[in-house]
């Protein structure tokens, strides 16, 4: 495995963990390798107690691998200073409930030794995009799950970090919050940030992961590309405009003259995400936002500079150029 | 610094917004007020403001301590306990500085702490000896200041007496003493006899110097406490100081309590150009008395104003609770939080014990124990400083190199060897291991 562009890498890692009398009583993660390169959305998939949260904690040197190799940024992960390039969402918002939202912010920011101008820049531009700008004097207590949920990403985001860890991210959040979340993960990567997400909501993984490590039982069952894990290699799928029947009649006897088998026909949908975004975006340009979390901005401006230039349809173009690579 | 900093910011405010702060102002208030309420003493002013000094400022230092303790040990317990500790130590903060920052908060929080007690049990003095009359001058001369006290010297032993006792103490089969600690026996010895003065015109004498220049303003005490060596009816014993080599030196004739400590002016005049006077006590009673020699006697004189002494217990009460926040956090880094509790307690215990060792150093002397207990009297030895509100309460001065001693050891010296020890162990935790 190379360690060139690496962020991560995870060689032969283990964690026993073990009972007052040292003797060992569960073994979360057994042996497993991966890589995680520079720039890509890495998703680490599993059912519960697979073991994705004992390997992000040994990722942030929260646990201590029991055997293994485990090089984050191509250090240790219990040097502190290649945490001031980490962001880290917890899989709960673990978070100081009578802080404000600001405090917090605020708090994490100094953690990072940001000067106060650069502070209050960004904590403004945080609270705007996760849509809490009004509640930033609030104290997190007074807050939903899914705003406080909010705050951690802010949290995770404020130092700019080119490795960006969420457990679970979308956790406690609407559909337009994990919509949100989703978009921005999608950004990051386009910066060239390198993003590790560990979920179980597969929808989720789909939509942003390049590459995913699916974990059963401590070990790796699965690994790889996740446009090559799930295609189909004996079949193909052609979408047609919509067109009149006796023409649709015409091209679907070529089919079976071609294929010697009557082809499946059937009617592309939207999925729900896309109807329920579609039916709120109409709903607010109808009537005022309600209270708590507001509408969701754009990605803060100093996590978006770099960005700009790759815009949705030239994402669109890309992944056809990769489709008709592969 | 900016990153222990921001720890210690949210731990303070953590203390201001769950109400702490304002639930411990209650008890403060009460040292101040409802202590000296209840306080009857022994029907003098000065008697009960000496004890009104020592129960308010106990009853505050020992309230503080509870909670400086308990605080310390839940900041970082609960902390990992409800997982917070994540999110702090995944940013670029070392747990040693994560250590310090908490340290810091309980620091800043208890010296106001101390402070408000301070002021108010001050204030709660000046409210209750704003009545005092006829007592005012002798509260202010004798407890309401500040005082210098000066011991009689002690005997000086020679040489060839310690070779000789040494020898006698081996041919008489008795316990063998280290030479270097037959000195010391042998002034005991001597204090312990000049000590006793017998019946009916038995006289004893001792000497002191006096090196500061005394002011003119303020007067020149005595300070002594004695016993009956017999059983009486009568506690009172009549006796006659006399103060300076001449018979004809100027004398005080006294008619005193036993059991009682006591303290009489006596003339400045009697301290000859080298600073030197030795006053005797004559005894004229019918029965035996041994003066206390934990209460010298000795020479008590005005060095500085009472809030300058007052000060300075104070900080010798927040060096102390800074000591206590040390063990608690370092405990609480290690352990759960009922564990870092007990385990506080216990070394709290440890500490105290260690001055029950001082006191009685033979324990350390003998026993399969004795090693343990002399690794323990060396381990807290340096811990056992003046006590400063007793001090306080007799208006004697505390010496500023107590208070600088206490700081250099107590809290750079004793904190700081906690505070690594802790943290090399800290560091080597898991902190993410499934509660």
Known sequence: MSDNESVIIAENLSKVFRDFWNRPRVKAVNGISFEVRQGEVFGLLGPNGSGKSTTIKMILGLLHPT????????????????KSRIGYLPEESYLYNYLTAEETLDFYARLFDLSKRERKERIGQLLHMVGLEHTGRRTIGEFSKGMARRIGLASALINDPDLVILDEPTSGLDPLGTRQVKDLILKLAERGKTVLLSSHLLSDVEDVCDRIAILYGGNVRAQGPIRELLRFEDRYQVNLPVMEKPELERVLAALREVMGQEPDLDQPSRNLEQFFLETIAKAREEVEPTSGAGPEADVAEFLAEEAEAATPSAQVDARIEDLLDD | MNRIFAITSIAIRNAIRS????????????????????IKGDGTMVGKVKILLNYSLGFSLAVLSIVTLWSGCASISTEIHEKLIHTVVSKPISR??????????????NFLLVAFAGIAIYGGLRWQTRLAGEEQETLHQTVLTSRKMVPHIEPTVPDEMVKSYYEEALRQGRPEIPIHRVRNTIKNELLDRRAVVRKEGGET??????????????????????????????????????????????QIPVLHEAQLIHEIEIPKESIDADGRVMITYVNQSSMDVLMDRNYGPSLLFYREPFVVNYMKALLMLFFQLAFLAAIGLTAGSLFSLPVAALVSFFLILLQSFGGFLEKYEQITQSGILGPFYKFLHMLTG???????????????QIAAMSVVSMFLIKVLLYCGVIALIGNLLFNRREIGIPS
């Open chain 1, 67 to 82: 055997k293994g190799n485990l090089r984050v940024m191509g250090q240790s992960p219990r040097n502190v200073a290649a």
């Open chain 2, 19 to 38: 109400k702490i702060v304002v639930m411990l102002m209650v008890p403060l208030i009460f040292a101040a007020v409802g202590i000296p309420l209840m």
């Open chain 2, 96 to 109: 040693f500085q994560i250590w310090l920052g908490k340290w810091f908060a309980l620091l800043i929080v």
């Open chain 2, 205 to 250: 004498f001792w000497l002191f110097e006096v090196k500061d220049k005394l002011r003119e303003d303020h007067p020149l005490y005595l300070r002594y406490r004695f016993d009956l060596l017999a059983m009486a009816s009568e506690s009172e014993s009549p006796g006659i100081w006399r103060f300076g080599k001449q018979a004809d030196s100027p």
């Open chain 2, 382 to 396: 340096p811990l056992q400083g003046p006590n400063a509100m007793e001090q306080l309460a007799n208006g004697n």
